[in-house]
């Protein structure tokens, strides 16, 4: 059994991470652009976009309870998504094999793209001076 460095892990987190806040603030904007007036409604659409990921991020990186044998929400599964697959052909990750068992938890990912999208927001608010 291959086991992967803590550089590869991070490594893989950071790229994971990184792509879903990019895919998510570009899908945002276009929304924003499509049915708003540009960057004060790409603040809000990515503030409740990032407290809706915050919210389910938060969920799920919740401890079992003892008395259930279930979490409530996960998005962990036995096998990876095709876009991480993808991603693992980028090159920081090209030389680097990573079991997907030894992966960072695909919750853990979420919750802080979750962060990452709020704070997103937040600069455009007190960084660009977006505001109402």
């Known amino acids: ?3 992967a460095s803590n550089s590869a892990r991070v490594s893989e987190f950071a ?3 990184g792509a879903a806040s990019i895919g998510v603030v570009a899908g945002c904007a276009a929304v924003a652009y499509v049915f708003g007036d540009g960057l004060l409604t ?3 659409v990515l503030f409740v976009v990032g407290f809706l990921l915050f919210g389910l991020g938060g969920l799920a990186i919740q401890p079992k309870a003892k008395r259930r044998d279930r979490e409530r929400v996960s998005f962990d599964t036995e096998q990876p998504w095709g876009i991480e697959e993808r991603l693992t052909r980028l090159p920081p990750l ?3 094999t990573i ?3 030894e992966r960072v938890s695909r919750n853990v990912k979420i919750f802080v793209t979750s962060l990452v999208v709020l704070a997103v927001s937040l600069s ?3 960084v660009a001076g977006i505001g109402v």
Request: aromatic share 16%; hydrophobic share 50%.
């Open 124 to 126: 455009l608010e007190v």
């Open 1 to 3: 059994m291959q086991t």
């Open 94 to 96: 090209r030389e680097m």
């Open 99 to 101: 079991p997907f068992e």
């Open 15 to 17: 790229v994971w991470v």
């Open 42 to 44: 790409l603040k809000y």
